[in-house]
């Protein structure tokens, strides 16, 4: 991942200063306004944001703790789960879905994804069920919600946690209701470029399960529940005080945000139809879902030089992600060998374009420009 330096681009790929700038008052007092404070760590920001977020979600309680990758780690822990467990993840997402699986010991198990979403396939996981099986950490990728019903009611019979990675979706619905309600618990990151972005890195679990949520509250406290004996082997990972007053402003904008989103990405859309690319493969939302755009990954052959071309234009573009879980090293060498076709086509395929709530139609017209100009026809 990591962020790119873009100010000398035409077109960023993200430009989270035209964010900042757009709500600087709002974020100005709320940063004095802890520094006045003087409390930096576990404080009322942080409990507040907790509340307003997992409301949001739908959910009872919210936990920040110190990244996304955090989150799922800890959701793990505290479940139990550990060497000789399997957890379910796609074969496709950004690394860290993986990474948190291997760093509490377990095996991660990997299922091909939907060439339409680039989420898990449902019709598949049955099938990578075994008795060793403890969770299942499904994604929803670029801000499209994974197949919640039958995912949800595979997880349910096969007595089984069912975790969302929500690192890119916040505010993303499924049948009326908002992701990270459909879950046991659930994972957000606010790493900046994310939807919703800290000035620095940040997560938080939400989940409705009390137990859970005080065994996470721990967990991200060194193992211990009272803050004096410790009971389990913890962590120290914490969302501060300065993140979650950002977060608590920044949560105010996100629908409008999103929406935004949603509607440069169909702007694209409409003028590549209108271009008549016909090669290429578009981002799509389902009936009865809403996406929000964390990301508008084209998908097209000869994408190499196409990204080649339009970064000579000064139109900054990522590819999100160049292999599948399955092809990286170190999670090979612990879940084995495997094929996925779905997730290798679209890592050879993708890539995306510039996305961001600020970004105007006169920028999405040269974007469009540049690649239908870049292409053989
Ligand atoms: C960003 C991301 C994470 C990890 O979040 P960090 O805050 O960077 O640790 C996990 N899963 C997905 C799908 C992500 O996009």
Redesign the pocket.
């Known amino acids: ?1 990591g962020q790119v330096n873009v100010s000398q681009a035409k077109v960023p790929l993200v430009d989270l200063q035209a964010q900042y700038r757009s709500i600087k008052p709002e974020i100005d007092a709320a940063i004095a306004g802890v520094l006045e404070r003087g409390t930096f760590v576990l404080g009322p920001e942080v409990e507040a944001f907790e509340k307003e977020s997992a409301a949001y979600c739908g959910t009872e309680h919210g936990i920040g703790v ?7 780690e800890l959701i793990l822990r505290a479940y139990g789960i550990g060497p000789g467990d399997e957890v379910i993840t796609p074969a496709y ?5 993986a ?2 699986v291997v760093l509490v010991g377990a095996k991660p198990v990997f299922v091909d994804v939907e060439p339409e979403t680039c989420n898990i396939d449902a019709k598949l996981l049955r099938k990578a069920i075994t008795p060793r099986t403890k969770a299942i950490i499904a ?3 670029y801000g499209h919600p994974f197949d919640v019903t039958p995912v949800a009611a595979i997880a349910k019979e096969a007595k089984v946690k069912l975790v969302e ?4 979706a916040i505010g993303a619905i499924a049948n009326g209701k908002r992701v990270g309600s459909f879950g046991d618990a659930a ?5 900046p470029s ?1 939807n919703l972005g800290a000035y620095g ?3 938080l679990v939400v989940t409705s399960d009390r137990s859970l949520a005080e065994r996470l509250r721990a967990l991200r406290w060194y193992g211990s529940a009272d803050r004096t004996t410790v009971t389990e082997l913890g962590r120290n990972s914490r969302l501060d005080e300065l993140q979650a007053a950002i977060l608590r402003v920044k949560l105010r904008h996100i629908e409008r945000w999103n929406a935004a989103r949603a509607k440069h990405a169909e702007k694209y859309t409409e003028l590549f139809k209108q271009r008549a690319l016909n090669r290429a493969v578009f981002p799509l939302q389902r009936p009865g879902c809403r996406h929000v755009y ?1 990301l508008y990954p084209l998908r097209i052959p000869g994408r190499d030089a196409l990204r080649q071309a339009l970064q000579k234009q000064g139109i900054a573009t990522q590819v ?1 992600y160049s292999y599948t879980l399955a092809e990286q090293p170190v999670l090979a060498k612990i879940a084995g060998a495997g094929s996925f076709p779905v997730a290798e086509s679209i890592a050879r395929t993708v890539l995306s374009l510039p996305l961001y709530p600020e970004l105007t139609d006169a920028q999405i017209a040269t974007v469009v420009d540049a690649v239908s100009g870049a292409l053989p026809s």
Do not use: E, P
Request: net charge negative.
């Open positions: 991942m110190a990244s996304g990758t955090d989150a799922l997402s950004f690394v860290a879905t990474l948190a994604v929803h990728l990675d929500c690192a890119q994972a957000f990151s606010f790493y994310k890195d940040g997560g964390h999100h």
